[in-house]
Protein backbone atom coordinates (compact mmCIF):
# COMPACT_ATOMS: atom_id res chain seq x y z
CA UNK A 1 0.00 0.00 0.00
CA UNK A 2 0.96 3.64 -1.06
CA UNK A 3 2.63 5.95 1.81
CA UNK A 4 0.35 8.55 1.73
CA UNK A 5 -2.71 5.81 1.68
CA UNK A 6 -1.11 4.02 4.95
CA UNK A 7 -0.96 7.88 6.67
CA UNK A 8 -4.46 8.56 5.37
CA UNK A 9 -6.23 5.58 7.52
CA UNK A 10 -3.70 6.08 10.15
CA UNK A 11 -4.13 9.89 11.01
CA UNK A 12 -7.90 9.02 11.67
CA UNK A 13 -6.89 7.28 14.89
CA UNK A 14 -3.89 10.18 16.13
CA UNK A 15 -4.99 11.90 19.43
CA UNK A 16 -5.49 15.34 17.46
CA UNK A 17 -8.51 13.82 16.07
CA UNK A 18 -10.02 10.97 18.79
CA UNK A 19 -10.08 13.55 21.74
CA UNK A 20 -12.58 15.81 19.85
CA UNK A 21 -14.77 12.93 19.07
CA UNK A 22 -14.45 11.52 22.80
CA UNK A 23 -15.34 15.05 23.51
CA UNK A 24 -18.37 15.85 21.13
CA UNK A 25 -19.80 12.52 22.20
CA UNK A 26 -19.80 13.19 25.79
CA UNK A 27 -21.52 16.67 25.30
CA UNK A 28 -24.19 15.39 23.58
CA UNK A 29 -24.46 12.30 25.95
CA UNK A 30 -24.84 14.90 28.56
CA UNK A 31 -27.46 17.29 26.86
CA UNK A 32 -29.51 13.66 26.45
CA UNK A 33 -29.58 13.49 29.67
CA UNK A 34 -27.50 9.88 29.78
CA UNK A 35 -25.76 9.97 32.47
CA UNK A 36 -25.59 6.58 33.04
CA UNK A 37 -23.76 6.26 29.55
CA UNK A 38 -22.05 9.35 29.54
CA UNK A 39 -20.43 8.03 33.11
CA UNK A 40 -19.29 4.74 31.17
CA UNK A 41 -17.98 6.82 28.43
CA UNK A 42 -16.12 8.74 30.55
CA UNK A 43 -15.02 5.56 33.09
CA UNK A 44 -14.12 3.33 29.65
CA UNK A 45 -12.43 6.03 27.47
CA UNK A 46 -9.95 7.48 29.87
CA UNK A 47 -9.52 4.15 31.92
CA UNK A 48 -7.80 2.87 28.07
CA UNK A 49 -5.81 6.22 27.24
CA UNK A 50 -4.32 6.20 31.14
CA UNK A 51 -3.43 2.02 31.29
CA UNK A 52 -1.65 2.94 27.83
CA UNK A 53 0.23 6.37 28.99
CA UNK A 54 0.96 3.88 31.98
CA UNK A 55 2.54 1.11 29.47
CA UNK A 56 4.38 4.01 27.53
CA UNK A 57 5.62 5.61 30.23
CA UNK A 58 6.54 2.31 32.01
CA UNK A 59 8.35 1.19 28.35
CA UNK A 60 10.38 4.14 27.94
CA UNK A 61 11.64 4.28 30.83
CA UNK A 62 12.48 0.44 32.13
CA UNK A 63 12.34 -0.87 28.30
CA UNK A 64 17.12 -1.59 28.96
CA UNK A 65 15.08 -4.36 31.12
CA UNK A 66 13.52 -6.26 27.98
CA UNK A 67 16.40 -8.08 27.33
CA UNK A 68 17.89 -9.06 30.86
CA UNK A 69 14.31 -10.79 31.44
CA UNK A 70 14.61 -12.35 27.65
CA UNK A 71 11.29 -10.24 26.28
CA UNK A 72 13.53 -8.77 23.73
CA UNK A 73 12.43 -10.45 21.10
CA UNK A 74 8.82 -9.36 21.74
CA UNK A 75 9.80 -5.80 20.44
CA UNK A 76 7.30 -4.67 22.87
CA UNK A 77 8.45 -0.92 23.72
CA UNK A 78 5.49 1.53 23.23
CA UNK A 79 2.10 -0.14 22.64
CA UNK A 80 0.09 1.65 20.00
CA UNK A 81 -1.64 4.38 21.43
CA UNK A 82 -3.54 4.82 17.68
CA UNK A 83 -4.72 1.02 17.95
CA UNK A 84 -6.23 1.20 21.29
CA UNK A 85 -8.22 4.72 20.88
CA UNK A 86 -9.40 4.03 17.34
CA UNK A 87 -11.19 0.43 19.29
CA UNK A 88 -12.33 1.83 22.40
CA UNK A 89 -14.00 4.99 20.43
CA UNK A 90 -15.31 3.52 17.45
CA UNK A 91 -16.65 0.67 19.67
CA UNK A 92 -18.32 2.95 21.95
CA UNK A 93 -20.16 4.52 18.78
CA UNK A 94 -21.10 1.31 17.45
CA UNK A 95 -22.69 -0.21 20.71
CA UNK A 96 -24.90 3.24 20.52
CA UNK A 97 -26.27 1.85 17.80
CA UNK A 98 -26.34 -1.37 18.75
CA UNK A 99 -29.25 -0.30 21.36
CA UNK A 100 -31.55 0.91 18.78
CA UNK A 101 -30.68 -2.02 16.28
CA UNK A 102 -31.47 -5.13 18.56
CA UNK A 103 -27.78 -6.22 18.25
CA UNK A 104 -25.99 -6.96 21.42
CA UNK A 105 -23.96 -4.81 22.80
CA UNK A 106 -20.63 -6.63 23.98
CA UNK A 107 -20.65 -8.61 20.29
CA UNK A 108 -21.58 -5.64 18.46
CA UNK A 109 -18.69 -3.43 20.38
CA UNK A 110 -16.15 -6.12 20.58
CA UNK A 111 -16.61 -6.69 16.92
CA UNK A 112 -15.96 -2.57 16.17
CA UNK A 113 -13.50 -2.83 18.28
CA UNK A 114 -11.92 -5.58 16.44
CA UNK A 115 -12.00 -4.12 13.13
CA UNK A 116 -10.87 -0.96 14.06
CA UNK A 117 -7.28 -2.15 15.78
CA UNK A 118 -6.62 -4.96 12.41
CA UNK A 119 -7.36 -1.54 9.77
CA UNK A 120 -5.15 0.64 12.05
CA UNK A 121 -2.86 -1.95 13.13
CA UNK A 122 -2.01 -2.64 9.75
CA UNK A 123 -0.94 1.26 9.11
CA UNK A 124 0.70 1.27 12.25
CA UNK A 125 2.97 -1.78 11.16
CA UNK A 126 3.25 -0.72 7.72
CA UNK A 127 4.58 2.41 8.47
CA UNK A 128 7.12 1.04 10.48
CA UNK A 129 5.92 2.58 13.99
CA UNK A 130 5.01 -0.10 16.13
CA UNK A 131 5.84 -4.21 15.96
CA UNK A 132 3.09 -6.52 15.72
CA UNK A 133 3.01 -6.95 19.46
CA UNK A 134 2.70 -3.46 20.45
CA UNK A 135 -0.18 -3.69 17.96
CA UNK A 136 -1.85 -6.90 19.63
CA UNK A 137 -1.52 -5.36 23.09
CA UNK A 138 -3.04 -1.90 22.74
CA UNK A 139 -5.93 -3.88 20.94
CA UNK A 140 -6.47 -5.72 23.76
CA UNK A 141 -6.41 -3.05 26.35
CA UNK A 142 -9.13 -1.01 23.32
CA UNK A 143 -11.08 -4.00 23.26
CA UNK A 144 -11.29 -4.22 27.35
CA UNK A 145 -12.58 -0.63 26.92
CA UNK A 146 -14.76 -1.63 24.39
CA UNK A 147 -16.27 -4.75 26.46
CA UNK A 148 -16.29 -2.01 29.88
CA UNK A 149 -18.23 0.90 28.33
CA UNK A 150 -20.84 -1.65 26.76
CA UNK A 151 -21.10 -3.35 30.42
CA UNK A 152 -21.37 -0.21 32.40
CA UNK A 153 -24.09 1.24 29.97
CA UNK A 154 -26.28 -1.59 30.31
CA UNK A 155 -29.70 -1.33 29.19
CA UNK A 156 -29.37 2.56 29.21
CA UNK A 157 -28.05 2.34 25.34
CA UNK A 158 -31.13 1.74 24.40
CA UNK A 159 -32.80 4.77 25.73
CA UNK A 160 -32.53 6.83 22.83
CA UNK A 161 -30.79 6.89 19.23
CA UNK A 162 -27.35 7.12 18.48
CA UNK A 163 -27.78 8.23 15.48
CA UNK A 164 -26.71 11.70 16.30
CA UNK A 165 -23.69 10.72 17.89
CA UNK A 166 -22.70 8.70 15.12
CA UNK A 167 -23.46 11.79 12.75
CA UNK A 168 -21.18 14.10 14.98
CA UNK A 169 -18.75 11.60 15.66
CA UNK A 170 -18.26 11.24 11.49
CA UNK A 171 -18.05 15.17 11.52
CA UNK A 172 -15.03 15.69 14.34
CA UNK A 173 -13.49 12.89 12.35
CA UNK A 174 -13.89 14.69 8.70
CA UNK A 175 -13.09 17.95 10.32
CA UNK A 176 -9.46 17.15 12.55
CA UNK A 177 -8.59 14.37 10.06
CA UNK A 178 -4.87 15.19 9.06
CA UNK A 179 -4.22 17.06 12.37
CA UNK A 180 -1.38 16.03 14.58
CA UNK A 181 -0.86 15.75 18.63
CA UNK A 182 2.76 14.83 19.56
CA UNK A 183 2.10 12.88 22.14
CA UNK A 184 4.45 10.33 22.11
CA UNK A 185 7.45 12.72 22.02
CA UNK A 186 6.23 14.10 24.94
CA UNK A 187 5.76 10.90 26.55
CA UNK A 188 9.01 9.55 25.95
CA UNK A 189 10.68 12.79 26.92
CA UNK A 190 9.19 13.92 29.77
CA UNK A 191 7.21 11.23 31.73
CA UNK A 192 9.89 8.60 31.05
CA UNK A 193 11.99 10.78 32.39
CA UNK A 194 10.07 11.17 35.46
CA UNK A 195 9.47 7.66 36.12
CA UNK A 196 13.31 6.92 36.11
CA UNK A 197 13.50 9.27 38.83
CA UNK A 198 10.62 7.65 41.06
CA UNK A 199 11.37 4.05 40.21
CA UNK A 200 14.44 3.01 41.26
CA UNK A 201 14.22 -0.43 39.13
CA UNK A 202 14.15 1.68 36.07
CA UNK A 203 17.78 3.08 36.68
CA UNK A 204 19.73 1.21 34.72
CA UNK A 205 23.56 0.46 36.74
Not at 114 to 141: D, F, K, P, Q, Y
Amino acid sequence: MHFAALMFVTDFADQAVILPVVAVVFLILLAQRRWQVASAWMLAIPGVLGTLLVLKVACYACGWLLPALGLDQLALRSPSGHVASAAVVSSGVVALQAGRMRVGAIPAALTAALAAAVVIGVTRVLLGAHSMAEVVVAAAIGGAGAVAFARLSGRHLKEKSGLPIAMAAAIMLVVFHGSHLPAEAVIQSAAAATLRQWVPACQPD
